[in-house]
Protein backbone atom coordinates (compact mmCIF):
# COMPACT_ATOMS: atom_id res chain seq x y z
CA UNK A 1 0.00 0.00 0.00
CA UNK A 2 0.92 3.47 -0.08
CA UNK A 3 3.15 4.63 2.72
CA UNK A 4 4.10 7.79 2.03
CA UNK A 5 4.00 8.65 6.06
CA UNK A 6 7.16 6.99 6.21
CA UNK A 7 9.08 9.83 3.81
CA UNK A 8 8.18 12.33 6.23
CA UNK A 9 9.54 13.90 9.14
CA UNK A 10 7.29 15.29 11.65
CA UNK A 11 8.46 17.93 14.00
CA UNK A 12 4.37 18.57 16.14
CA UNK A 13 3.40 20.92 18.77
CA UNK A 14 0.23 22.00 20.53
CA UNK A 15 -1.74 18.99 20.21
CA UNK A 16 -4.94 19.83 21.56
CA UNK A 17 -8.69 19.02 21.19
CA UNK A 18 -11.13 20.93 18.84
CA UNK A 19 -14.58 19.21 19.64
CA UNK A 20 -13.78 18.88 23.21
CA UNK A 21 -12.16 22.45 24.22
CA UNK A 22 -12.50 24.51 21.42
CA UNK A 23 -9.03 23.93 19.77
CA UNK A 24 -7.77 21.00 17.99
CA UNK A 25 -8.22 17.24 18.35
CA UNK A 26 -5.35 15.39 19.25
CA UNK A 27 -4.45 12.41 15.91
CA UNK A 28 -2.02 10.60 14.47
CA UNK A 29 -0.13 13.13 12.24
CA UNK A 30 -0.84 10.85 8.77
CA UNK A 31 -4.40 9.06 8.53
CA UNK A 32 -5.18 6.59 5.61
CA UNK A 33 -8.86 8.50 5.52
CA UNK A 34 -10.32 8.36 1.78
CA UNK A 35 -9.12 5.54 -0.61
CA UNK A 36 -5.89 5.91 -0.95
CA UNK A 37 -5.18 9.37 -0.27
CA UNK A 38 -3.39 10.35 2.98
CA UNK A 39 -4.48 13.36 4.93
CA UNK A 40 -1.80 15.30 6.66
CA UNK A 41 -3.06 16.82 9.90
CA UNK A 42 -1.68 19.20 12.67
CA UNK A 43 -1.32 22.70 13.91
CA UNK A 44 2.23 23.78 13.83
CA UNK A 45 4.09 21.26 11.69
CA UNK A 46 6.42 21.20 9.43
CA UNK A 47 6.76 18.27 6.65
CA UNK A 48 9.80 17.47 5.37
CA UNK A 49 9.33 15.87 1.83
CA UNK A 50 12.83 14.41 1.13
CA UNK A 51 12.89 17.33 -0.71
CA UNK A 52 14.74 21.20 0.12
CA UNK A 53 11.24 22.92 1.43
CA UNK A 54 8.76 21.96 3.86
CA UNK A 55 4.70 21.92 3.93
CA UNK A 56 3.58 23.73 6.99
CA UNK A 57 -0.12 24.13 8.61
CA UNK A 58 -0.98 26.99 10.49
CA UNK A 59 -3.71 26.99 12.76
CA UNK A 60 -6.19 29.85 12.47
CA UNK A 61 -10.17 30.82 13.69
CA UNK A 62 -11.41 27.86 15.78
CA UNK A 63 -10.45 24.97 13.27
CA UNK A 64 -9.04 26.64 10.08
CA UNK A 65 -5.31 25.19 8.19
CA UNK A 66 -3.50 27.90 6.38
CA UNK A 67 -1.35 25.76 4.50
CA UNK A 68 2.21 27.23 3.33
CA UNK A 69 5.02 26.02 1.92
CA UNK A 70 8.34 27.40 2.08
CA UNK A 71 10.97 26.71 -0.17
CA UNK A 72 14.58 28.63 -0.61
CA UNK A 73 13.85 31.79 1.32
CA UNK A 74 9.94 31.97 -0.04
CA UNK A 75 6.44 31.11 0.45
CA UNK A 76 3.16 29.67 -0.89
CA UNK A 77 0.10 30.37 1.27
CA UNK A 78 -3.58 28.35 0.61
CA UNK A 79 -6.09 30.61 1.79
CA UNK A 80 -5.22 33.40 4.16
CA UNK A 81 -7.83 33.63 6.12
CA UNK A 82 -6.42 35.54 9.00
CA UNK A 83 -3.69 37.72 7.46
CA UNK A 84 -1.41 38.19 10.97
CA UNK A 85 -1.16 34.53 11.22
CA UNK A 86 0.69 34.28 8.18
CA UNK A 87 2.50 37.72 8.77
CA UNK A 88 3.81 36.20 12.21
CA UNK A 89 5.01 33.35 10.33
CA UNK A 90 6.90 34.98 7.74
CA UNK A 91 8.74 37.64 10.24
CA UNK A 92 9.51 34.48 12.39
CA UNK A 93 11.11 32.27 9.35
CA UNK A 94 12.58 35.27 7.77
CA UNK A 95 10.83 34.60 4.51
CA UNK A 96 9.37 36.66 1.06
CA UNK A 97 5.69 35.82 0.16
CA UNK A 98 5.52 34.97 -3.43
CA UNK A 99 2.38 33.00 -4.28
CA UNK A 100 -1.11 33.10 -2.36
CA UNK A 101 -3.45 30.45 -3.99
CA UNK A 102 -7.36 30.85 -2.86
CA UNK A 103 -9.86 27.83 -3.34
CA UNK A 104 -13.13 30.05 -3.12
CA UNK A 105 -14.83 33.10 -1.83
CA UNK A 106 -15.81 32.48 2.16
CA UNK A 107 -14.07 34.90 4.22
CA UNK A 108 -12.16 32.41 6.39
CA UNK A 109 -10.51 31.35 3.04
CA UNK A 110 -9.84 35.05 2.13
CA UNK A 111 -10.03 37.96 5.10
CA UNK A 112 -6.31 38.18 4.74
CA UNK A 113 -6.14 38.63 1.14
CA UNK A 114 -5.92 42.05 0.35
CA UNK A 115 -3.67 42.76 3.32
CA UNK A 116 -1.06 40.25 2.06
CA UNK A 117 -1.15 41.77 -1.71
CA UNK A 118 0.02 44.82 0.04
CA UNK A 119 3.52 43.45 0.57
CA UNK A 120 5.57 43.32 -2.83
CA UNK A 121 5.98 40.86 -5.64
CA UNK A 122 2.81 38.81 -4.77
CA UNK A 123 0.87 36.74 -7.21
CA UNK A 124 -2.14 35.80 -6.14
CA UNK A 125 -4.80 33.26 -8.02
CA UNK A 126 -8.29 31.88 -7.99
CA UNK A 127 -11.88 31.16 -8.53
CA UNK A 128 -13.91 34.22 -10.22
CA UNK A 129 -16.16 34.36 -7.45
CA UNK A 130 -16.45 37.92 -6.25
CA UNK A 131 -12.93 38.26 -4.50
CA UNK A 132 -11.17 41.05 -3.98
CA UNK A 133 -7.52 41.30 -4.54
CA UNK A 134 -6.66 38.50 -7.00
CA UNK A 135 -4.12 39.13 -9.81
CA UNK A 136 -5.95 36.35 -12.21
CA UNK A 137 -8.80 34.86 -12.41
CA UNK A 138 -8.95 30.64 -12.84
CA UNK A 139 -11.68 29.09 -14.24
CA UNK A 140 -10.12 25.09 -13.54
CA UNK A 141 -8.39 23.37 -16.47
CA UNK A 142 -5.31 25.45 -15.83
CA UNK A 143 -1.61 24.06 -15.25
CA UNK A 144 -0.35 27.10 -13.73
CA UNK A 145 3.67 27.46 -13.86
CA UNK A 146 4.77 28.54 -9.95
CA UNK A 147 8.14 28.92 -10.45
CA UNK A 148 10.13 27.81 -7.47
CA UNK A 149 7.09 25.79 -6.22
CA UNK A 150 6.62 23.81 -9.36
CA UNK A 151 3.41 23.24 -11.27
CA UNK A 152 -0.14 23.12 -10.35
CA UNK A 153 -3.03 21.92 -11.55
CA UNK A 154 -6.19 23.60 -11.48
CA UNK A 155 -9.09 21.28 -10.50
CA UNK A 156 -13.02 22.54 -10.83
CA UNK A 157 -14.60 21.42 -7.93
CA UNK A 158 -17.98 22.69 -7.20
CA UNK A 159 -20.55 21.82 -4.56
CA UNK A 160 -19.46 23.74 -1.58
CA UNK A 161 -19.77 26.56 -3.45
CA UNK A 162 -20.42 27.36 -7.30
CA UNK A 163 -16.76 27.79 -9.00
CA UNK A 164 -14.90 25.95 -5.97
CA UNK A 165 -11.17 25.40 -7.34
CA UNK A 166 -8.32 22.51 -5.82
CA UNK A 167 -5.01 22.37 -6.71
CA UNK A 168 -2.76 19.65 -7.13
CA UNK A 169 1.20 20.18 -7.51
CA UNK A 170 2.04 16.98 -9.40
CA UNK A 171 6.15 17.15 -8.16
CA UNK A 172 5.15 17.47 -4.64
CA UNK A 173 2.13 14.95 -5.03
CA UNK A 174 0.18 17.65 -3.03
CA UNK A 175 -3.46 18.47 -3.06
CA UNK A 176 -4.54 21.56 -1.97
CA UNK A 177 -8.49 20.42 -1.80
CA UNK A 178 -10.10 23.60 0.26
CA UNK A 179 -13.49 23.14 2.04
CA UNK A 180 -14.36 20.11 -0.86
CA UNK A 181 -12.60 17.08 0.87
CA UNK A 182 -12.29 16.57 4.80
CA UNK A 183 -11.16 13.47 6.87
CA UNK A 184 -13.96 11.29 6.92
CA UNK A 185 -16.24 14.20 5.27
CA UNK A 186 -16.96 16.72 2.47
CA UNK A 187 -17.66 20.08 2.39
CA UNK A 188 -21.33 21.24 3.13
CA UNK A 189 -23.37 22.17 0.15
CA UNK A 190 -23.82 26.42 -0.23
CA UNK A 191 -23.95 27.41 -3.74
CA UNK A 192 -23.95 23.87 -5.56
CA UNK A 193 -25.93 20.35 -5.89
CA UNK A 194 -24.85 17.06 -4.35
CA UNK A 195 -24.21 15.69 -8.16
CA UNK A 196 -21.48 18.59 -8.47
CA UNK A 197 -20.26 17.51 -5.25
CA UNK A 198 -20.37 13.73 -6.22
CA UNK A 199 -18.54 14.94 -9.70
CA UNK A 200 -15.85 16.88 -7.42
CA UNK A 201 -15.38 13.88 -5.15
CA UNK A 202 -14.52 11.34 -8.11
CA UNK A 203 -12.22 13.90 -9.88
CA UNK A 204 -10.02 14.22 -6.83
CA UNK A 205 -10.32 10.55 -6.14
CA UNK A 206 -8.65 10.17 -9.84
CA UNK A 207 -5.75 11.59 -8.61
CA UNK A 208 -2.68 9.13 -7.76
CA UNK A 209 -2.89 7.46 -4.95
CA UNK A 210 0.09 8.68 -2.96
CA UNK A 211 -1.25 12.28 -2.77
CA UNK A 212 -0.87 14.04 0.66
CA UNK A 213 -4.59 15.80 1.05
CA UNK A 214 -4.35 19.23 3.44
CA UNK A 215 -7.87 20.30 3.54
CA UNK A 216 -8.64 23.59 5.58
CA UNK A 217 -10.97 22.40 8.48
CA UNK A 218 -10.24 20.24 11.57
CA UNK A 219 -13.29 18.41 11.27
CA UNK A 220 -11.91 15.00 11.89
CA UNK A 221 -13.58 14.10 15.06
CA UNK A 222 -16.99 15.29 14.10
CA UNK A 223 -16.96 13.23 10.91
CA UNK A 224 -16.16 10.20 12.07
CA UNK A 225 -18.80 10.38 15.18
CA UNK A 226 -21.57 11.47 12.13
CA UNK A 227 -20.30 8.68 9.90
CA UNK A 228 -20.29 5.93 13.59
CA UNK A 229 -24.04 7.26 14.23
CA UNK A 230 -25.23 6.82 10.43
CA UNK A 231 -23.29 3.58 9.71
CA UNK A 232 -22.57 1.79 12.77
CA UNK A 233 -21.98 -1.71 11.36
CA UNK A 234 -19.33 0.04 9.04
Not at 151 to 168: C, E, F
Request: hydrophobic share 40%; charged share 20%; net charge negative.
Amino acid sequence: GVKPAAKIRLQVVDWLSLEQTGKFHQLTPAHRVFGDFTLLLRANHYLSLAMSYELIALPAFANNYIWAIEQDGYALVVDPGDPNVVLTWLQERQLVLDTILITHHHFDHTGGLERLMQEPGVTSLGPDEGINGLSRLLAGGETLELGRFGKAQVLPVPGHTRAHLAYYLPDRKVLFAGDTLFSAGCGRLFEGTAAQMHESLERLMALPGDTLLCCTHEYTLANLQFAAAVEPEN
